[in-house]
């Protein structure tokens, strides 16, 4: 009779002991569930801050290949020397450059003197023939029977300058009946004239003459005025 209500004892015991066995792996399996739900989301946070930790850890690296190196001593000394050699270059070609100019400035002012001195030679040789003749007609004009005799000799000799000095390209211009030009006219004085308007050039006291198209002297004229007011 003993054994026989032991038994069922033992039985519900064992009952009691598998029904809370199920009743914790029950409740473990949505803690775990969770657990792992958890993991998931965190997931992308964690490989984000992996993917951080891993860039400032090769920043970290390169830092030290990215410092500028400073030049030593030996590196400044044959720097310097460079630039030494280069400027003594550049001061001995400069000085040959303004040798060169001074060289050429000194020749064109001697060509420019040569051809004047050769202008001057070959106008002076021109007029020697002229100055000849004025010497002789000088000669004659005391032995002449004739005025007329020295007249025509010294017109042939003005002919034979003018001709002279228009192989030189000068000529005279012509002032009389012009209206006043203070370029090429020099004013000695001023009349009224019954003929010319006022500011007109009236007469010509002396010629004035072109070498080329250049002014070489100014004709020196007289000029037309307003006539005076007479008071009655």
């Not at 030996?74 to 001061?91: A, G, I, P, Q, T």
Request: overall charge negative.
């Amino acid at each position: 009779m003993i054994k026989w209500r032991i038994e069922p004892v033992i039985k519900h015991e064992k009952k009691i002991e598998a029904s809370e066995s199920d009743t914790a792996h029950s409740s473990e399996q949505p803690a775990r569930k969770k657990a792992h739900q958890g993991n998931i989301s965190q997931q992308p946070a964690i490989e984000a801050e992996h993917a951080q930790e891993k860039v400032l850890s090769e920043s970290v690296i390169d830092e030290p290949a990215k410092k500028e190196v400073l030049p030593t001593k030996k590196d400044l000394m044959e720097e310097l020397e460079k630039v030494r050699k280069e400027n003594k270059e550049l001061s001995e070609r400069l000085l040959r450059t303004l040798a060169e100019f001074d060289n050429y400035r000194k020749r064109v002012t001697r060509e420019k003197e040569d051809l004047v001195a050769c202008g001057t030679e070959k106008l002076a040789l021109a007029l020697l023939p002229v100055l000849d003749n004025f010497e002789r007609a000088c000669d004659q004009a005391h032995t002449a029977q004739e005025v007329s005799q020295v007249v025509e000799g010294i017109e042939m000799i003005l002919k034979q300058l003018r001709e002279t000095l228009e192989k030189f390209n000068i000529k005279p211009f012509s002032a009389t009946g012009e209206p006043f030009d203070p370029e090429k006219h020099e004013a000695i004085a001023q009349q009224e004239h019954a003929t010319y308007p006022p500011n007109t050039v009236t007469a010509e006291i002396q010629k004035g003459y072109y070498v080329g198209e250049k002014l070489l002297r100014p004709a020196r004229v007289i000029v037309a005025r307003e006539p005076e007011l007479t008071q009655e």
